[in-house]
């Protein structure tokens, strides 16, 4: 072969070869990272469910809440035991409390 052929073949086709071995070789690995689930992705997933089976814990006991709180002071129709009439509820007090007296220490 002439020494031009030779010279062309190191200098501009045998890098470009390289090179382009080298990319492929890297493609493969980001391929693999990006592709093939590995630790994180599977801890990731762990939480994903984790967090989905909480936030349907939490909407059920939000709803039991929401009824508990509905229910827990119903109205109360007081019926005097005496009579059978029905009694109003006093919303003031009518005994005044006194107020405790401090001693003083020596």
């Known amino acids: 072969m002439p ?38 992705d599977k801890q990731m997933k762990q939480v994903y469910k984790n967090s989905c089976g909480n ?7 939000e709803k039991e809440v929401a009824i508990l ?3 827990s ?3 109360s129709d007081w019926i005097c035991l005496d009579c ?8 003031k007090s009518t005994r005044k409390r006194r107020k405790r007296k401090i001693k003083k220490g020596d």
Do not use: M, Q, T
């Not at 070869?17 to 630790?39: A, G, H, L, S, T």
């Not at 059978?84 to 919303?91: R, S, V």
């Open 84 to 91: 059978g009439c029905k009694a109003k509820k006093i919303e």
């Open 3 to 40: 020494a031009w052929v030779w010279k062309v073949l190191f200098n501009r086709i045998i890098p470009r070869v390289i090179d382009e071995f080298k990319r492929r070789r890297d493609w493969k690995k980001i391929d693999e990272y990006v592709n093939k689930p590995n630790e994180l």
């Open 55 to 61: 936030s349907k814990n939490i909407e059920v006991l």
């Open 69 to 71: 709180k509905r229910d």
């Open 73 to 75: 002071h119903p109205r």
